[in-house]
């Protein structure tokens, strides 16, 4: 998950280092759901949640990918030569904040989550801000003619 340009000052120099460092220390899987970095998979409707691929012979040689270079190649081979029942994700892994603030870097309050995890993990911090920022919009309406 991309830092807004806005947020990006309040992280530390170190950011970078720091979350490849706990992403490696989490075997460089989500710690919500396991999936691995740059896995590939689909969205299983009979299941309710993602599917990693397995059994296909090009994606076994790739499956331990280091690089997300690989992976898109990985994606885009699938794609071309075999039926899913949905669209193929790259797995991605990100670090959360657990209190949503970017400046506490305590590793009690980071997690290494994949982009749907930490989204869902954000998702009423999200709504909340969702909800102020909507009311500060109706203070600012009552400008216009
Ligand atoms: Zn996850």
Redo the contacts with the bound molecule.
Sequence with gaps: MPIRKDLKPLYPANWKQLSTDLKAKAGWE?Q????PQYGLAFWDEGLGRYQLIKGNRFYDQLEYTESYKSAIAAKQHLEQWCDYPNKLII?VLTVAHLDHDPTNNDPSNLRV??G???LQYDEPHHRANRVRNARCGKTIDMFEP
């Design positions: 989500c919500g759901c396991g999936m797995i989550l994949c749907r995890c930490h």
